[in-house]
């Protein structure tokens, strides 16, 4: 458990905002341009009537979640004899949300996992969207923030949660530099350009979306990287959760949402343009020449070295909870082989 409810709140509350997700939380703008159609996919006939299934995300619509919306376009679902409806999360979170059978899917984070499991919420991880953490802290070029030494006397914008601050702490630990010398600021989710253009020196962001974006304006940054910094950083974010009622009572049909979700991400790895096409055709808001380049980020990072896509490790699970609990940010460490499975994805 936390050590103590305000702790736990607070942290939930950040996790909800979407500061661990891998794309930005700032307000997608409309695309300068219009989104181009993609090709026509022949249609796939169910074989009988349709399970309609919901899958909640984290935050708004974003290439992290590509592998569902191509599931969905390219009939993989239809085929497995499902109809899946992706929502926003209302009402809750997407943890919430899954182990109340408001969503019997959702997109969440190794971390959140951690959290709800501690406060016995009944959700699993079923899959690894990403296989490594592609979040880390960013600078403008200009403010020579280039190791954690460097955060000394600079200001950091976040949102103001225990474990940004304990995070910072640590890399600066390494290097045997002062996290007292770093002024907190709660920016929220500010624009990065523009906290950074102003008081902010460096923020939390995620590479495969500010750190695009960042290449696209011209903007040049130095990006400290939290896995390659700190192993135990390295976890998985996102995650693909279910509750643990479905595994014991519908494993079947985590096991058809699994292969087709699973067909979705191989199909996003191998062809990042037409998938980031699907992503737009059903989140238009999203700026397209943002979305092929993120998409073309994330391609090799979806799978990186592991077996197959969507694998999880046990050290992983446990070196972030090993590294929760001896920065008392929990009171009591969870059991890694309940937290998450690999045992419905698609045999290889």
């Known amino acids: 458990m936390f050590k103590n409810r305000s702790l736990f709140i607070v942290l939930m509350l950040v996790l909800t905002l979407g500061l661990f997700g891998g794309c930005s939380a700032e307000k997608a703008e409309a695309p300068a341009e219009s989104v181009e159609p993609v090709d026509s996919v022949e249609t796939v006939e169910p074989a009988g009537e349709l399970q309609k299934i919901t899958v909640t995300l984290d935050w708004t619509p974003n290439t992290n979640h590509t592998g569902l919306y191509v599931a969905k376009e390219q009939g993989f679902y239809t085929e497995a004899g499902l109809e899946v409806e992706i929502v926003q999360p209302a009402g809750g979170t997407a943890e919430q949300l899954v182990a109340t059978d408001k969503a019997q899917f959702g997109i969440s984070y190794q971390e959140a996992v951690t959290l709800a499991r501690l406060e016995e919420v009944p959700v699993v991880s079923i899959a690894a969207v990403l296989q490594h953490n592609t979040s880390g802290f960013a600078s ?70 500010t750190g695009v974006e ?54 996003a790895i191998s ?57 008392d940010l929990i009171a009591d460490k969870i059991e890694s082989d309940k937290a998450f499975t690999n045992a419905f994805l698609p045999k290889k």
């Open 271 to 327: 062809n990042p343009t037409e998938a980031g096409e699907m992503l737009l055709a059903n989140a238009p808001e999203l700026d397209k020449e943002l979305v092929i380049a993120s998409q073309e980020f994330l391609s090799d990072k979806y799978q990186a070295e592991a077996s197959q896509w969507g694998v999880q490790k046990t050290e992983v699970w446990d070196n972030y909870t090993n590294w929760l609990f001896e920065r």
């Open 214 to 267: 960042a290449k696209i304006k011209g903007v040049e940054l130095n990006y400290i990287d939290l896995g390659k910094q700190n192993k135990a950083l390295d976890y998985y974010t996102p995650v693909i959760i279910t509750s643990e009622k479905n595994i014991n009572e519908n494993s079947e049909l985590v096991e058809k949402f699994m292969e087709a979700t699973a067909k979705g991400y191989e199909f």
């Open 140 to 209: 403008l070029k200009s403010k020579n923030i280039e190791t954690p030494k460097d955060f000394e006397d600079m200001s950091y914008g976040g949102w103001g949660s225990p474990i940004e601050v304990a995070t910072i702490k640590a890399l600066m630990d390494d290097v045997d530099a002062d996290i007292e010398k770093v002024e907190i600021l709660t920016s929220g989710g500010a624009d990065f350009f523009a906290a950074s253009e102003s008081d902010v020196d460096f923020s939390w962001v995620f590479e495969g979306w």
